[in-house]
């Protein structure tokens, strides 16, 4: 068996990027909890607790506004994040 997630990144994201729902809803609290938002090492830092968890596969969603910045940030995931996510 293997269990698997779903993560939204953006590596170095403005804020005006970052998905929107409401404040207080509960889905915006499990937005929270799937997005990686920042640096590499926080993309990094969420594959891991999931990891420790005990997921074993990922989807990794990039949060662009086209698709320049979509092939961007999975360049980014690519060089900056995959090879050091089994570490």
């Known amino acids: 068996d293997h269990y698997g997630a779903t993560i939204l990144f953006r ?6 990027v970052r998905p929107r729902s409401s404040p207080e809803s509960e889905s915006s609290t499990r937005l929270e909890r799937i997005q990686a938002i920042g640096g590499a ?3 990094l830092s969420l594959i891991r607790e999931f990891r420790a968890a005990g997921v074993t596969k990922f989807i990794a969603i990039p ?3 086209n698709a320049r910045e979509m092939l961007e940030q999975t360049r980014r995931l690519d060089a900056e994040v995959l090879p050091h996510a089994n570490d």
């Open 63 to 65: 949060i662009a506004r």
């Open 41 to 43: 090492d926080r993309v």
């Open 11 to 16: 590596i170095g994201a403005p804020p005006d």
